[in-house]
């Protein structure tokens, strides 16, 4: 079966649609044959070819009202409030937005029998420091930060329901993602137009290192993993390349493609609190599902996205 049949004629709903992975999933699935439904507090819609509602999803009321209307076959829930600040004013909301909406698509679903599958947004922030080990789905997570503990405690109530209740949902946890729409003050998209700009680069000296993943390899991956069909409820998925490399070394990698001229000054900036210096996560269980071994070439992806920035 292909993604084609997998969404043929199938109602799908996107929370945070606007957002930089919510268009770029809008846009691969406008190639299928299947209604896309976007929610988010803009009130502008950003994409094309889709039916949107203006929501706030923490208006459980208004929230019900719009998902019984729709009847989506599968949700993606990507609405988020995504910073890795160590800032401890933003944890109600953050309770409010990332914990407490799951409970209520929870009660609003529980028993529709039109509900597929429930797609909850993990991140791989959330496993903290392993000290080089690979993060694995089955760790203790060490959160950080209260976007990492938050979705930590969203991640463990979807287990919950998937386990207990055989509520059909699961949770993917991305690499760090880069690509089309991602905010100008990410760290790839600063660091591509001051490049491009040939400006001096202040940095750290860059020897943290990260799971980089291009959003469309993610979401490509994304879909597999749906249209495998073979997941088990309440579990978590790991979706990155398998592959760290460190911040300078993915700089320099950057430089080269643009043929920058960029003075780039490590050292000049301190690491952040808490900073995880080894960041590594392991695809085994995706690739055990998918029966295939993943192998992204890094240089490609970026490339790939270079040719349309």
């Given at each position: 079966m292909d993604k084609q049949n997998s969404f043929n004629?199938?109602?799908?709903?996107?929370?945070?649609?606007?957002?930089?992975?919510?268009?770029?999933?809008?846009?691969?699935?406008?190639?299928?044959?299947?209604?896309?439904?976007?929610?988010?507090?803009?009130?502008?819609?950003?994409?094309?070819?889709?039916?949107?509602?203006?929501?706030?999803?923490?208006?459980?009321?208004?929230?019900?009202?719009?998902?019984?209307?729709?009847?989506?076959?599968?949700?993606?829930?990507?609405?988020?409030?995504?910073?890795?600040?160590?800032?401890?004013?933003?944890?109600?909301?953050?309770?409010?937005?990332?914990?407490?909406?799951?409970?209520?698509?929870?009660?609003?679903?529980?028993?529709?029998?039109?509900?597929?599958?429930?797609i909850n947004f993990g991140s791989t922030e959330e496993y903290g420091d392993y000290s080089g080990e690979a993060f694995k789905e089955d760790f203790f997570e060490k959160s950080n930060s209260p976007y990492a503990a938050t979705k930590t405690a969203a991640v463990h109530l979807a287990y919950m329901f998937g386990h207990n209740e055989q509520f059909p949902i699961i949770t993917v946890r991305p690499g760090v993602l880069f690509g089309k729409y991602q905010?100008?003050?990410?760290?790839?998209?600063?660091?591509?137009?001051?490049?491009?700009?040939?400006?001096?680069?202040?940095?750290?000296?860059?020897?943290?290192?990260?799971?980089f993943i291009y959003v469309l390899t993610f979401i490509d991956l994304l879909l597999d993993l749906i249209e495998s069909n073979n997941y088990n409820y309440g579990e978590i998925y790991n979706i990155a390349s398998g592959k760290s490399l460190s911040l300078k070394e993915f700089v320099l990698i950057l430089k080269e493609i643009l043929n920058s001229t960029s003075e780039i000054k490590f050292g000049t900036l301190k690491y952040r609190e808490n900073e995880i210096m080894q960041f590594n996560v392991s695809i085994d269980k995706l690739e055990n599902i998918l029966n295939k071994e993943i192998d992204i070439s890094l240089k490609e992806d970026i490339k790939k996205y270079l040719n349309i920035f």
């Open positions: 004629n199938k109602k799908i709903l996107i929370t945070g649609s606007n957002g930089f992975v919510g268009r770029n999933l809008v846009e691969k699935l406008s190639e299928y044959n299947c209604e896309i439904y976007g929610l988010g507090v803009e009130t502008i819609n950003k994409n094309q070819g889709i039916n949107y509602y203006k929501c706030d999803i923490t208006d459980a009321s208004k929230l019900k009202e719009i998902v019984l209307d729709i009847k989506p076959n599968y949700i993606f829930n990507l609405a988020a409030i995504v910073t890795a600040a160590r800032d401890y004013s933003l944890t109600e909301k953050m309770i409010d937005l990332h914990l407490k909406t799951l409970y209520d698509f929870y009660e609003i679903l529980k028993g529709k029998e039109f509900l597929d599958l429930f905010d100008d003050n990410k760290f790839v998209q600063y660091v591509i137009s001051e490049l491009k700009k040939d400006n001096t680069l202040e940095m750290t000296a860059g020897e943290q290192t990260r799971d």
